[in-house]
């Protein structure tokens, strides 16, 4: 077949090539900073030309990983965060959409520790898996949190996940903490008339339960331009006129516990959840 008939290929074999090499001079440069497998750059090309770079990239880490065991230069640590998250070796030379969504949140989670961090922030691990889905990806962070002494800021609108992964749980409102408190504390004993309303609103498996509701009225304010005083006081049920005039201070109420109601003390005494 005529050169030309082969369109761009040729460039994208020479590129792949190319590439190979690069990442076989980086990694004896530089051991430490591959962190993720060779092929994963193939997955980025399209048509048929990611045919080509697909065969080199492999080709390259088939080098690599054989050049290293030789020499005894530590292996990409890619590969075994494969199987401490829960997915397979041979899974690694797969492209992004055989992966299902909780593989795929998996990845996310080996990405996320492959730097050996400290603390890592979680926005909405969960929110668009599935229930059974959700609870491997929970149970998997509990167990990565165990053995590597992590330290999690989950942030969540589901406050069963909430209890479940939660050693401590600070309740906002228009982006200012009212609440904030040990997870066991925040379920049974709440101070704010938010966080009673949140914790209201939890389904319970029971047809003979019969919980007292708290239906917040009203828009949210715009937290662009909050109102005056506190800023849960145009959807409060206990409103008063200090309420709306004066903002609370985050106070502690007793030990660890603390909220940001002007009426926390009588509040508690007249709801019962």
């Not at 090539?17 to 997955?43: C, D």
């Not at 520790?113 to 898996?129: G, H, K, Q, R």
């Not at 914790?199 to 662009?224: F, Q, W, Y």
């Not at 201070?249 to 007249?270: F, Y």
Request: aromatic share 10%.
């Amino acid at each position: 077949m005529p050169l030309f008939n082969l369109g761009f290929r040729p460039f994208f074999l020479a590129a792949g090539l190319f590439s190979a090499v690069a990442m076989i001079a980086w990694g004896f440069a530089y051991p430490g900073l591959i962190t993720l497998p060779l092929n994963l750059p193939a997955m980025f090309w399209h048509g048929h030309e990611m045919i080509f770079g697909y065969a080199v990239a492999v080709i390259a880490g088939f080098l690599l990983t054989s050049v290293r065991n030789w020499t005894g230069l530590p292996t990409p640590r890619g590969w075994p965060l494969v199987g401490l998250v829960g997915l397979r070796p041979e899974q690694i030379n797969r492209y992004p959409h055989e992966f299902s969504g909780g593989q795929r949140q998996r990845i996310a989670v080996a990405r996320a520790i492959a730097v050996n961090p400290e603390f890592i922030v979680l926005d909405e691990p969960t929110s668009a898996l599935d229930v059974s889905v959700q609870a491997q990806i929970l149970n998997l962070l509990r167990k990565l949190q165990k053995e590597l002494g992590l330290t999690y800021l989950f942030i969540t609108h589901h406050l069963l996940v909430v209890k479940y992964i939660s050693n401590r749980v600070a309740v906002m409102y228009l982006g200012k903490i009212v609440e904030i408190a040990d997870t066991r504390d925040i379920f049974s004993h709440p101070l704010h008339p938010y966080t009673h309303a949140l914790l209201s609103g939890i389904p319970v498996p029971d047809a003979e339960h019969k919980s007292r509701r708290m239906i917040l009225t009203g828009d949210v304010p715009s937290p662009l331009n909050p109102p005056d005083g506190c800023r849960f006081h145009t959807r409060c049920p206990f409103v008063t006129d200090q309420c709306r005039k004066r903002e609370p201070l985050l106070e502690t109420v007793q030990d660890g516990h603390k909220a940001a109601c002007h009426r926390k003390s009588e509040i508690q005494k007249q709801l019962v959840l």
